[in-house]
């Protein structure tokens, strides 16, 4: 089945400072990559994702980098702010076969934006 | 107001009880989720439901049940086959099935054994 290794596992970072958390997985047949925010004590929540046929998405400080050859993707976040502080996961799915719809998850990144 | 409820939010149990974690859903969402969440180890699929009166198992099925008589709900046991049951428990469900939608999550439900 599909793993997906994330990291790191903890990001400390300056107010204003960019981010980046980096992805791998395992099956070269994943076509949908979304990431999760997670605040402390709230639910997980869809921030972005990205799809096998575009390589990079952005929606304002958020961007998605998506290399298939490598089978990597990232997150950026630039200009971080201290609202910006979560765990964020993310996440690989096929769209066909034996696993098609099962989100597998990485093991989740906590991000820490100081003032 | 549309959403996932699950309940109870905390829940302790002994061990060689079963319990039943609840999630119930107003979304018209046909595909529903349950996920363990542990430090470290991202959110691990227990079993998913792609429509009324059919699951799967996750990766993580062992020791754990689920039905889905009616499409607003997919609840959870925690059997006492479960050797690690202290975790916190995250429903989901999404629309349109295949990974492809935004999964919306419950707010968890953490269970202590003691």
């Known amino acids: 089945g599909e793993n997906v290794e994330q990291h790191p596992s903890t990001l400390s970072v300056q107010e204003g400072d960019s981010a980046v958390i980096k992805c791998t997985y395992s099956?070269?047949?994943?076509?949908?990559f979304p990431w999760y925010k997670q605040e402390l004590g709230k639910r997980p929540q869809l921030i972005i994702d990205?799809?096998?046929?575009?390589g990079e998405k952005k929606d304002q400080r958020i961007a998605v980098t998506l290399n298939k050859t490598a089978k990597h993707f990232s997150l950026h976040i630039t200009e971080t702010q201290p609202e910006d502080s979560a765990v964020y996961f993310c996440?690989?799915?096929?769209?066909?076969?034996?696993?098609?719809?099962?989100?597998?998850f990485g093991q989740g990144t906590i991000l820490t934006v100081h003032p | 107001d549309g959403g996932i409820t699950q309940s109870p939010k905390y829940l302790f149990r002994k061990e060689g009880q079963n319990v039943t974690l609840s999630c119930e859903q107003n979304?018209?969402?046909?595909?529903m989720y349950w996920y363990r969440q542990d430090p470290g180890q991202g959110l691990r699929l227990i079993y998913y439901?792609?429509?009324?009166?059919?699951?799967q198992k996750g990766d993580i099925a062992e020791g754990y049940s689920v039905s889905r008589e009616k499409k607003e709900s997919f609840p959870l046991t925690v059997t006492s086959a479960q050797k690690n049951p202290t975790a916190f428990y995250l429903c989901?469900?999404?629309?349109?099935?295949?990974?492809?939608?935004?999964?919306?999550f419950g707010e968890g439900s953490r269970l202590t054994v003691l």
């Open positions: 989901a469900s999404s629309i349109p099935w295949g990974g492809l939608g935004e999964l919306f």
């Open positions: 099956d070269s047949a994943s076509n949908y």
């Open positions: 990205i799809r096998s046929n575009v």
């Open positions: 996440a690989a799915s096929r769209h066909a076969g034996t696993s098609y719809g099962k989100l597998t």
């Open positions: 979304l018209n969402h046909d595909a």
């Open positions: 439901s792609q429509i009324v009166n059919d699951f």
